[in-house]
């Protein structure tokens, strides 16, 4: 489950996540599914952020997957980096220079990717007021999950600080890579058997 959230303004701009397999569907999320989740987990409540970076790559992507959600449009699609890079261009993001390199360490792992393209025009005649996020549910089944937080700091200068909530429900506890200890920037807050 993410999350993507209107901040005002006019026009469409997006982003791409890597996924580690083809969703077996992808839907609109519970509305409270992520503040529930911050909430139980979380003894003083904090603000998720949620901030996706736009991507880059080259030649025929596959769309194996297209859905509107609220004012998204959502692609799931399936080639290597420079493959799925080029759909991005031929699309209309904007990809900074670090995308080809973080597209590429991604698709080593899996070639699935996910275009989310947001409306902001569209968000705005739906009643959407800033700071309101659209939920997106995506089951993927995979025996080896991995949350793709690396693209999470696409863009951005060496030193910048990146703000995200990762949660994991999985049913067997899960290995991660980098190990969560604290003075590596990744605090690992709250584990437990559900």
Avoid: C
């Avoid at 999350?3 to 982003?15: K, T």
């Amino acid at each position: 489950v993410t999350a993507f959230q209107f901040n005002g303004g006019g026009g469409a701009f997006g982003s791409i996540t890597p996924l580690p397999g083809v969703p077996s569907s992808v839907e609109k999320g519970g509305d409270w599914t992520l503040q529930r989740l911050i909430r139980e987990t979380s003894p003083i409540q904090r603000d998720a952020v949620f901030a996706l970076g736009a991507a880059a790559a080259a030649p025929e992507a596959v769309e194996i997957m297209k859905v509107k959600i609220d004012a998204l449009d959502v692609t799931v699609l399936q080639g290597g980096s420079a493959d799925v890079g080029q759909w991005a261009a031929a699309h209309g993001f904007r990809l900074p220079p670090d995308a080809p390199e973080v597209l590429e360490f991604y698709a080593k792992r899996s070639p699935i990717f996910l275009a989310a393209v947001f409306d902001a025009d569209a968000a705005k005649a739906r009643g959407q007021a800033i700071g309101d996020g659209t939920p997106v549910h995506i089951a993927i089944p995979t025996p080896n999950p991995w949350v793709p937080i690396r693209i999470l700091a696409l863009g951005k200068a060496a030193d910048a600080r990146v703000d995200a909530s990762v949660y994991l429900l999985t049913d067997h506890q899960p290995a991660l890579l980098p190990t969560p200890t604290g003075s590596n920037g990744m605090p690992l807050d709250h584990s437990a058997i559900a």
